[in-house]
């Protein structure tokens, strides 16, 4: 079964402890993973998308890297508005159609 | 500015009614998207649409009904099947149905009273 999935649930960091957040999965004919940030409230928005394993991004303080079978967010010397819930999802063939395979996601707390 | 739009941000539904939520987008896009989003579950498919007039059932289709009359519009339809529809609903949309990347509104919340 095509399937995503983000550890931890939650992860409640101080003001410049560095982390990761992982995302595995099992989906055959992957076409990219994403990662997604989403505030209460409102819709996910666009972080990174990675290819093929090997592939790195980086934005700020959060870098996204990939293999064959998951990805990390890692999150270096995080500040208080890093805290939102990071959504991982891939796009791949499912049944014969292109389809966004969503997380559950990481809630991620940033305390001062 | 291009993007998506949503309305209304919150709608309350009576036990019985049937409700439709609105999705528009100036993206020019051709695909577009409705997921469900409840309380530490991920974001999961109810419809899709890869052009106008045509649009296709996703892994929780049951209690909602959608139409595609022009490209910038994608309503869906919450009807009175749907036993539990308070959740968190989003539209999204992409260039084309196999296109890399998806863009978001900004949600509605459904509650039943």
């Known amino acids: 079964e095509d399937q995503v999935t983000q550890s931890p649930e939650a992860l409640r960091l101080q003001e410049g402890e560095s982390s990761s957040l992982n995302c595995s999965y099992t989906?055959?004919?992957?076409?990219?993973l994403f990662w997604y940030r989403q505030d209460p409230g409102k819709g996910p928005e666009f972080l990174f998308t990675?290819?093929?394993a090997g592939e790195e991004k980086e934005k700020e303080r959060l870098k996204a890297t990939l293999t064959k079978k998951e990805s990390f967010l890692h999150i270096t010397a995080p500040k208080p508005e890093d805290s939102a819930t990071y959504l991982c999802?891939?796009?791949?063939?499912?049944?014969?159609?292109?389809?966004?395979?969503f997380g559950q996601g990481t809630r991620l707390t940033i305390n001062p | 500015d291009g993007g998506i739009t949503q309305s209304p941000k919150y709608l309350f539904r009576k036990e019985g009614q049937n409700v439709t939520l609105s999705c528009e987008q100036n993206?020019?896009?051709?695909?577009m998207y409705w997921y469900r989003q409840d309380p530490g579950q991920g974001l999961r498919l109810i419809y899709y649409?890869?052009?106008?007039?045509?649009?296709q059932k996703g892994d929780i289709a049951e209690g909602y009904s959608v139409s595609r009359e022009k490209k910038e519009s994608f309503p869906l339809t919450v009807t009175s099947a749907q036993k539990n529809p308070t959740a968190f609903y989003l539209c999204?949309?992409?260039?084309?149905?196999?296109?890399?990347?998806?863009?978001f509104g900004s949600g509605t919340r459904l509650t039943v009273v």
């Open positions: 999204a949309s992409s260039l084309t149905q196999g296109a890399i990347g998806y863009t």
């Open positions: 993206l020019n896009h051709d695909a």
């Open positions: 990675l290819y093929s």
């Open positions: 989906v055959s004919g992957l076409r990219g």
């Open positions: 649409s890869q052009i106008v007039n045509d649009f």
């Open positions: 999802a891939v796009q791949a063939i499912i049944q014969g159609a292109q389809k966004l395979v």
